[in-house]
């Protein structure tokens, strides 16, 4: 698609070379699964516009305007009226998804929400919001001090994981760059 070979052109230096093809091709798995719950062969503006805001909003709003304009100009889709971003709703919807049975097939990704402060408020707000709900998401945390990060911590909190992916559980890790 002409759009998005130009897409890392319209973002800033910071963000420079940001967007990749798996972009593309989940952007492209997100269209093709709003036209089979449709039971349509041809996306519309909607689908396209939802399904970049899905893919392609993490940078700042200004830039994602010009991302949505380059990609309904290649579609030949006049200009929407309101291009903002809508994180709240798409991590929403984020969220909600299921994995099927063949994952490499998926229409999405998993989510990965970085909390940049140091106290964590970034949790408290999507439990608030109902973003996520306490009954259904399992939360596996590692202290961020250098005398816990101990073999047995780190087995004990991928078990946790295990346990939460075999469930279906959602779940949320705090601190986990030793697990990584």
Same mark, same amino acid.
Not at 1 to 20: D, I, L, P, Y
Not at 23 to 49: A, P, T, W
Not at 102 to 116: E, K, V
């Given at each position: 698609? /002409? =759009?998005?070979?130009?897409?890392?052109?319209?973002?800033? !230096?910071?963000?420079?070379?940001?967007?990749?093809s798996r972009?593309?091709?989940?952007?492209? @798995?997100?269209? @093709?699964?709003?036209?089979? /719950?449709?039971?349509? @062969?041809?996306?519309?503006?909607?689908? $396209?516009?939802?399904g970049l805001?899905?893919?392609? /909003?993490?940078?700042?709003? =200004?830039?994602?305007?010009?991302?949505?304009?380059?990609?309904?100009?290649?579609?030949?889709?006049?200009?929407?009226?309101?291009?903002?971003?809508?994180?709240?709703?798409?991590?929403?919807?984020?969220?909600?998804?299921?994995?099927?049975?063949?994952?490499?097939?998926?229409?999405?990704?998993?989510? $990965?929400?970085?909390?940049?402060?140091?106290?964590?408020?970034?949790?408290?707000? &999507?439990?608030?919001? !109902?973003?996520?709900? /306490?009954?259904?998401?399992?939360?596996?945390? $590692?202290?961020?001090?250098?005398?816990?990060?101990?073999?047995?911590?780190?087995?004990?909190?991928?078990?946790?994981?295990?346990?939460?992916?075999?469930?279906?559980?959602? &779940?949320?890790?705090?601190?986990?760059?030793?697990?990584?």
């Open positions: 698609c /002409q =759009a998005f070979e130009q897409v890392n052109s319209t973002v800033s !230096k910071q963000h420079h070379r940001w967007f990749h972009d593309f091709v989940y952007l492209c @798995r997100y269209l @093709r699964r709003c036209m089979s /719950q449709k039971g349509v @062969r041809i996306f519309d503006e909607s689908m $396209l516009l939802d805001r899905r893919n392609f /909003q993490t940078v700042n709003p =200004a830039e994602f305007k010009d991302i949505v304009e380059l990609f309904f100009k290649s579609c030949r889709f006049a200009a929407p009226t309101d291009c903002s971003p809508m994180s709240l709703h798409s991590l929403r919807e984020s969220v909600r998804d299921r994995h099927p049975e063949d994952p490499s097939a998926a229409p999405f990704r998993h989510t $990965l929400i970085i909390d940049s402060s140091n106290s964590e408020n970034a949790i408290d707000l &999507l439990f608030h919001t !109902k973003i996520l709900s /306490q009954d259904s998401t399992q939360i596996v945390a $590692l202290s961020d001090f250098v005398d816990d990060d101990t073999p047995i911590r780190r087995t004990e909190a991928l078990r946790k994981v295990k346990v939460a992916i075999e469930r279906g559980r959602t &779940l949320l890790l705090v601190n986990s760059a030793p697990l990584h």
